[in-house]
């Protein structure tokens, strides 16, 4: 196990909603990003947050939008559900500088 | 110049053998290459990583080799074991402020028993 917690484990929601999901990172560190995997695919990068502000943004619109909190816990949003953003949804907590990234169990997103 | 291409797609070996996992990049300014196994339904799981200033690193029964001249490193999994079934991503990573990886579209290995 690696320490990082995330809810809900599974979400069905319709096109055109909004999903918030949440992530609370491994003891100690201080940097969480977030990972969009499709069926069959590797992780794609969305964001990377740091000291509660946003460090990094992969390609992914701005519907695409997250939280960091000062006890370093994250939430990633996404507005105006699309069919193509059904996918298991990773977050990823590491200490700034070491390299090591530590992944969820993700949620699974189905927009029907 | 951002992609990581890992191959083969799919590999099916016996038990104890050693199946070979290939990756390449072009983005010559990563320096972090982990490897990761993903079971399904599950979050993907940090195996071995290795930095471009060594050629080779075991942890276990796993093995990565670098080869920074050509831009490739590969994961050697030894004496495999039907447990070892999963999918395998490789991975590629700036350790700066900048820091996020780009991974591979991963290899589904089956271990016969």
């Known amino acids: 196990e690696t320490g990082v917690t995330q809810s809900p484990t599974h979400l069905i929601k319709t096109r055109g909603q909004q999903v918030t999901l949440r992530c609370s990172s491994q003891s100690g560190h201080n940097t969480v990003s977030w990972y969009q995997q499709a069926l069959g695919q590797g992780p794609q990068f969305i964001f990377q947050y740091y000291r509660e502000e946003e460090n990094g943004r992969g390609n992914f619109p701005p519907r695409f939008s997250g939280l960091q909190f000062p006890n370093y816990s994250s939430e990633l949003n996404v507005n105006a559900l699309e069919l193509d953003d059904s996918a298991l949804y990773l977050c990823a907590s590491s200490l700034k500088g070491s390299g090591e990234a530590f992944f969820g169990q993700g949620t699974r997103l189905t927009v029907v | ?113």
């Open chain 2, 1 to 113: 110049q951002q992609q990581v291409k890992q191959s083969p797609q799919s590999l099916i070996v016996q038990k104890g053998g050693i199946p070979i996992i290939n990756c390449a990049y072009e983005n010559t300014a990563f320096d972090y290459f982990p490897w990761y196994q993903q079971f399904p339904g599950k979050g993907p799981a940090l195996l071995i990583a290795i930095r471009p200033d060594v050629s080779e690193k075991k942890e276990g029964r796993f093995t990565i080799s670098f080869n920074k001249s050509a831009k490739q490193f590969s994961l050697h999994i030894m004496d495999s074991q039907p447990g070892d079934s999963a999918t395998y991503f490789c991975a590629a990573g700036r350790m700066d402020s900048s820091y996020k990886l780009i991974f591979g579209s991963g290899t589904r290995l089956l271990v016969r028993p």
